[in-house]
Structure formats: structure tokens, C-alpha cells
């Protein structure tokens, strides 16, 4: 007799569950970041050899001050002068630093952006990875199940064919009815043979699948939160910074 060992073969490699998730169109700029970022250092870059000159005209503007302070003879409008140019380099200094901060702030933000574009672009692979094993575990179930509706098949039919051998012994006129059973017994065994195999095969993609497939680096929090992320983004108590 047939064993019925299909379903007991696809049921043991899908003994783990599987969980249902949404999908969420989103696309992630990482070029477009990174050509961000280049433009943030670029100004940093820029800010930082602003300030430095600004310093420098500063320490210039100080040493004038101070040396017309020194003179006796200095009249109150150079000194006025003298005061207001130091003053106006220390205002200069003051604002490069300012977009220094700012540039470095803006960075921060930018590279909290690449991070996240990178994790989701991750996350977005082991759904798909997901997404791949749940269909093939699909079909290893809807192999198995048509197999083993075969054997269902098979099985009715040999306790049918048992129960005609006996009645033939006393009632030879039942053969052709047992011929017929005999011969639909063969037709269901080989149909068995290729809806076996069939199943076999898809059980076999299913768990290369389950042994290959980075399904598992899928967060389902990491996927609520982008979503949050994307209509939280303008609510100020949500992102105060305007962080992308």
C-alpha cells in the first residue's frame, strides 16, 4: 500500500510560522543622499576656512585696536574706527561659526537619513525574501494536498477492490467490475507517481527557500515605523528637528 508521505514531508519543513505583513510602496533616494552629504562636507569645508580667515582678520583687527590705544596721539575717530572694525570681525567670526554648526547639524541629519535609506532598503530585500518563501510554501502545500487527494483516491479504491475479491469468489459474474477496479487502481497510482513527484519537487524549493533566503532579517516594527515615519514626518511634536 501506498504510504501517504507527502504531506508528512512538506508539514515538517513548514512547522515554522509564517506571519502576514502589508506592503508599503516607498522608495529610498541613497544616491540623492549621498550627493547630500557630499554637498554638507563640501560646505563645512568652506565654513571652516571662512572662520579661519575670520579669525585671522579678527586677531589683525585686535592687534590694530590695541595699537592705537597705545598711541597718545591717536584721535577719538580712529579709535572709534579702530572699535567698530574689530567689532565687525568679531561679528564676521561669529557668523562662519554659526554655519559651521549649521553644516554640522545638517550632516547629522543627513547621515540619520542614509542610515535609515540603508536599513530600509534592507528590510525591503527580506520582504521580498519573505514574500518569495510564503509563495513557495504555497505551493508545497497545493502540491501536496492534490498528491494526497490522489492517495485519498487510491486508497478508497483498493478497499473497494478488496471487497469485490470476495464477493467474485461466490459471484464470478462481478470480475468485469473488479477488472474495472483493478484497471482504475492503476491509472490512480500513476497519476499518484507524477502529482508525488511534483509535490516532492516543490517541497524541495520551499525548503531551499526556508535555507537560503534572508527572509528573516525582516522587521514588521522597522516596517510600521518608516510608515509612521513618512506621515509623522511634518508634525513638529513628532520631528521637532524636520529631520528627514
Same mark, same amino acid.
Given at each position: 500500500?501506498? +504510504? ?6 512538506? !508539514? $515538517? ?15 529610498? $533616494? ?33 592687534? *590694530? =585696536? ?40 545638517? =550632516?547629522?541629519?543627513? +547621515? !540619520? ?5 540603508? +536599513? ?6 527580506? =520582504?521580498?525574501? /519573505? ?53 482504475? /487502481?492503476?491509472?490512480? +497510482? ?7 513527484? $511534483?509535490?516532492?519537487?516543490?517541497? !524541495?524549493?520551499?525548503?531551499? *527557500?526556508?535555507?537560503?533566503? *534572508? ?23 513628532? *520631528? ?5
Amino acid at each position: 500500500m501506498i +504510504k501517504k508521505v507527502v504531506m508528512a514531508m512538506v !508539514g $515538517a519543513m513548514l512547522a515554522g510560522s509564517l506571519f502576514m505583513v502589508s506592503s508599503i510602496d516607498a522608495q529610498a $533616494a541613497l544616491s540623492c543622499t549621498y550627493d547630500i552629504i557630499n554637498d554638507a562636507n563640501s560646505n563645512i569645508s568652506s565654513a571652516t576656512a571662512g572662520y579661519q580667515a575670520a579669525k585671522a582678520d579678527e586677531a589683525a583687527k585686535l592687534a *590694530n =585696536l590695541n595699537a592705537v590705544k597705545a598711541n597718545p596721539a591717536h584721535s577719538q575717530l580712529e579709535y572709534e574706527q579702530a572699535v567698530f572694525a574689530y567689532n565687525n570681525a568679531v561679528n564676521v567670526s561669529a557668523w562662519w561659526l554659526a554655519q559651521i554648526n549649521n553644516s554640522q547639524e545638517f =550632516l547629522k541629519n543627513i +547621515k !540619520g537619513r542614509e542610515a535609515f535609506e540603508d +536599513k530600509f532598503a534592507a528590510n525591503r530585500e527580506a =520582504l521580498a525574501d /519573505l514574500t518569495t518563501l510564503r509563495a513557495s510554501k504555497t505551493d508545497a502545500d497545493g502540491a501536496a494536498n492534490i498528491a494526497n487527494g490522489v492517495l485519498a483516491q487510491i486508497q478508497d479504491v483498493e478497499m473497494a477492490i478488496a471487497g469485490y475479491q470476495i464477493q467474485v469468489a461466490a459471484c464470478p459474474s462481478l470480475q468485469p467490475q473488479l477488472d474495472a477496479l483493478n484497471a482504475r /487502481l492503476a491509472a490512480l +497510482k500513476a497519476d499518484y507517481a507524477v502529482k508525488s513527484a $511534483a509535490a516532492a519537487e516543490k517541497a !524541495g524549493v520551499f525548503a531551499n *527557500n526556508v535555507n537560503t533566503l *534572508n527572509y528573516k532579517a525582516f522587521s514588521l516594527g522597522f516596517d510600521n515605523y518608516q510608515y509612521n515615519r513618512e506621515i509623522k514626518r511634518g508634525d513638529v511634536d513628532w *520631528n521637532p528637528k524636520g529631520y528627514y
